[in-house]
T-cell receptor, first 114, second 112 residues
Framework: DAGVIQSPRHEVTEMGQEVTLRCKPI?????LFWYRQTMMRGLELLIY????????DSGMPEDRFSAKMPNASFSTLKIQPSEPRDSAVYFC????????????FGQGTRLTVV | GENVEQHPSTLSVQEGDSAVIKCTYS??????FPWYKQELGKGPQLIID?????GEKKDQRIAVTLNKTAKHFSLHITETQPEDSAVYFC???????????FGTGTSLTVIP
């Protein structure tokens, strides 16, 4: 397996624009996580899906953020409208819930909002 | 919810010395404790993990200890090498929910 695949790797956008980050989890994994990483706040869990259903979205900062998982092999994180304070590295991770196994991370998307 | 605290935030050691990173957690229901290493420009990668039914686990130069009573766990790296330089994160999760709560990270620098 190629691991968790995120796209794009880098995104630079202007304030007010819509941004969509994409994630393909490892095949067979049934949990998917979106994290945001900044120097100030470290790794923050934004939202967690289990079997394609959002279980906990309490980490989503505000209504400008939304996430979907239409099927087991794809998820998106959308920011609309984007703001400079959204600049961060966004990671997607997946795991297999049974047996409480590790989470595998993607390479991340570095988002810069100017 | 779970609260994971990690110390120190930065750590510098001479090559060949040992490095210790400590974490505490608040939720007594947490039973899985992975450690991740993040190199520059990459996502975090698991280096070792421990479950609550075990007090210590070792893998070559890396070891992790867990004290369930005190709710703390530690990462020990012996004979450090420059390639060990990275940011290390501890995490805790419950079996049921499988959400991972991360510490704030430790930036380790191994000085040649």
């Amino acid at each position: 397996d190629a691991g968790v695949i995120q796209s794009p790797r880098h995104e630079v956008t202007e304030m007010g624009q819509e941004v969509t980050l994409r994630c393909k989890p490892i095949s067979g994994h049934n949990s998917l996580f979106w994290y945001r990483q900044t120097m100030m706040r470290g790794l923050e869990l934004l939202i967690y899906f289990n079997n394609n259903v959002p279980i906990d979205d309490s980490g989503m900062p505000e209504d400008r953020f939304s996430a979907k998982m239409p099927n087991a092999s794809f998820s998106t994180l959308k920011i609309q409208p984007s703001e400079p304070r959204d600049s961060a590295v966004y990671f997607c991770a997946s795991s297999f819930t049974r047996g409480n196994t590790e989470a595998f991370f993607g390479q991340g998307t570095r988002l810069t909002v100017v | 919810g779970e609260n994971v605290e990690q110390h120190p935030s930065t750590l510098s050691v001479q090559e060949g010395d040992s490095a210790v990173i400590k974490c505490t957690y608040s939720d007594s229901a947490s039973n899985y404790f992975p450690w991740y290493k993040q190199e520059l420009g990459k996502g975090p990668q698991l280096i070792i993990d421990i479950r609550s039914n075990v007090g210590e686990k070792k893998d070559q130069r890396i070891a992790v200890t867990l004290n369930k009573t005190a709710k703390h766990f530690s990462l020990h790296i012996t004979e450090t090498q420059p390639e060990d330089s990275a940011v290390y994160f501890c995490a805790a999760s419950r079996q049921a929910g499988n959400q991972f709560y991360f510490g704030t990270g430790t930036s380790l620098t191994v000085i040649p």
